[in-house]
């Protein structure tokens, strides 16, 4: 069958429908397969027909063009061709735009056909079907594609592509999924316009509702641009099915700011309309064993990233910082996760190196407005959570409380937190919550504990639960801490230092009770508030050391641990001084064989600094 030149070919766009297609003219296709009665022809993602073997001029391989007539359409839809071969033709776009359903509304489409323009955020290969995680301007969802067990569907398709995809909305073990028909990788202009249209829409859905602070404070006030911006990349992240790694400082202050986060962003995650497992491989919260991002810490998350995007075909994840990332410490992880292009944001409250921000996509730290470490991460934390997913709000609004009192915050702030719950819970109830945290994660070691955490800090409403778990725990740990006091308290030794201030020493490796609660840094905290009590309202430091490190607590004298291991690792040759902190608590590391040098040189700079002359007699850190 010759034609004759100036025919039309037509070419059917990815929008197009039975409706466009007509009986007697030329269109491009693609073949799909065969069968003994002859070759099916895709002509869209949509809408394929079947050539006869009677009506084919030659051998053909899948995925060839080839170029078919249309000679009937029969009323169940079927379109029987024959294939053609035009020597001169012109080729002629067919545009049409078809309804598009959104994720969002598949609910109300169970059992029918719908049309989707959307984004590739996920490919996860089973041993059945190929599942694509698809985003678009109102939601996610997932969606089935079948072509043999085990084998990928749509190998063309990528991650981060733009697709048209058709299909039927069903129902899987109570979840919806959309069993697919035909999928198009889109392109070029077609690509463009729904990856603007998507993105715009994101963008507005992830920024963050307008709601007030939980109490008056003009330094978090002045902190809401960055929570929000937290915030925003957070829900972001959510909502493109983008992993989220949460690290954070393995105390009661960087629990409550991590789990409250957490909470958040399960929330938001099940309203997206997702089941329990996809909250949690979506989201992991990992307690570090440094109060810094260390490569230890990188090493493992890029680990579990790289054989997750291999494996499941997720995206690379986006890491959060939560007591901790502030300081140069930070700052070797860091570039690791940027040789992986893996953004981070921090929420922090410990004294920040400016320098760490060139990695940071976010940053929210009390220092950057003129205020110290006594806002907490677990105020900030909190807070930020509130404005990820506002609904949570009276699960976690008694967190900042319970990490103002861990953390011994001295911040007015935390009298205004605790009056917030006054009605639900005492000053010492939220203390005993910290210490049954800090008892607990001690335990847990450097595991989540998600569901004994979220028991302890009350998550669920089951008070009566907490009560007596937090009880039980308090009391072990007021046994251990008694034990471990026993043992260190004849060790101290004292001595006054040039500026007036009492330094008590122990030493923690010798004298104190090895490979359990209190650990050496909870042990030299625990010395020093007996030290403070028997000198009321003078400046004391204390000074807890092992083989290679020492942990300081002080009252009354004005530090900056952060500068002073800067000057001590230029000064100690040899030395490997590491370390940082608050600015007047914190820890050093160093090499063993130099454990005189540097704590002789540590002391000598602490007899330089200024004390404060007037302290309250109830004064902590």
């Known amino acids: ?123 996860k290969q089973t041993s059945g079907p190929t599942i694509f995680t698809l985003v678009d301007a109102t939601g996610s969802g997932n969606a089935a594609a079948f072509v043999e067990a085990g084998v990928r569907a749509y190998p063309e398709v990528e991650l981060g592509d733009s697709v048209f995809v058709v299909g039927e909305v069903m129902r899987r073990q109570n979840q919806l999924q959309i069993e697919v028909s035909a999928m198009e990788r889109l392109s070029g202009e077609d690509a463009q316009r729904v990856h603007d249209r998507i993105e715009e829409a994101l963008d507005a859905r992830s920024e963050p509702e307008e709601i007030p602070l939980l109490i008056e404070s003009e330094a978090m006030e002045q902190l809401r641009p960055e929570m929000r911006k937290v915030a925003k990349r957070i829900r972001r992240a959510v909502f493109e099915a983008q992993p989220i790694i949460l690290r954070h400082h393995a105390d009661a202050d960087g629990i409550s700011a991590a789990v409250a986060v957490e909470q958040a962003v399960v929330s938001l995650i099940k ?80 004294h920040p190196d400016a320098v760490v921000d060139d990695y940071l996509v976010a940053h929210v730290n009390p220092y950057h407005v003129g205020a110290d470490f006594g806002i907490t991460a677990g105020m900030l934390g909190t807070e930020v959570a509130r404005l990820i997913f506002p609904g949570v709000s009276d699960r976690i609004k008694h967190f900042p409380a319970v990490a103002a009192v861990g953390d011994r915050s001295e911040a007015p702030e935390r009298q205004r937190y605790l009056d917030l719950i006054a009605d639900d819970y005492t000053e010492d109830e939220c203390k005993d919550i910290a210490l049954a945290l800090d008892y607990e994660q001690f335990w847990l070691r450097f595991n989540d504990g998600r569901e004994i955490v979220k028991d302890l800090l009350n998550v669920d409403g089951e008070r009566d639960l907490q009560d007596r778990f937090v009880n039980l725990l308090v009391d072990e740990a007021n046994a251990a801490i008694e034990d471990q006091m026993s043992a260190s308290m004849p060790h101290v030794t004292e001595e006054i230092l040039a500026n007036g201030a009492h330094l008590f020493r122990i030493d923690v490796e010798i004298f104190a009770h090895r490979f359990t609660f209190p650990p050496p840094g909870k042990t030299s905290g625990e010395i020093h508030d007996r030290l403070c009590q028997q000198h009321p309202g003078e400046p004391v430091v204390t000074l807890g050391f092992g083989p290679d490190f020492a942990v300081l607590r002080s009252r009354g004298v004005m530090m900056n641990i952060p500068q002073m291991v800067r000057e ?17 608590v914190g820890s050093i590391k160093f090499v063993e064989g130099m454990r005189e040098e540097a704590l002789a040189s540590l002391v000598e700079k602490i007899g330089r600094v200024p004390v404060e002359t007037s302290l309250p007699e109830h004064s902590e850190e």
């Not at 099916?40 to 001029?57: E, T």
């Not at 007591?323 to 893996?342: C, F, H, Q, W």
């Open 568 to 584: 001590l690792h230029e000064e100690i040759k040899g030395g490997g001084i590491s370390g940082g902190g608050h600015l007047v």
């Open 1 to 123: 069958m010759v034609q004759q030149e100036d025919t039309i070919v037509y070419s059917l766009g990815s929008g197009c429908g039975l409706e466009d297609v007509e009986e007697g003219k030329i269109y491009a296709g693609t073949v799909q397969g065969f069968a003994n009665f002859g070759t099916f022809v895709q002509l869209n993602a949509r809408l394929k027909g079947l050539v006869h073997k009677s009506n084919i001029l030659g051998r053909h391989e899948e995925k060839e063009q080839i170029f078919v007539k249309v000679i009937n359409i029969r009323n169940n839809g079927n379109i029987d061709l024959a294939e053609v071969t035009p020597t001169v033709f012109r080729l002629e776009n067919v545009t049409r735009q078809a309804k598009v359903t959104g994720l969002g509304d598949l609910a109300s489409r169970v059992g029918r056909d719908v049309t989707l323009e959307t984004i590739v955020a996920q490919i």
């Open 271 to 350: 309203e997206e309309g997702n089941d329990l497992d996809t909250a949690y491989y979506l989201f992991k919260r990992s307690p570090s064993k440094a109060p810094f991002y260390e490569i230890e810490d990188i090493t493992r998350d890029l680990d579990f990233a790289l054989k997750d995007n291999v494996r499941f075909g997720q995206k690379m994840p986006l890491i959060v910082l939560m007591d901790n990332g502030s300081t140069e410490e930070d700052i070797p992880a860091m570039k690791v996760a940027r040789v992986y292009d893996l953004p981070i944001i921090v929420v922090d409250h410990h």
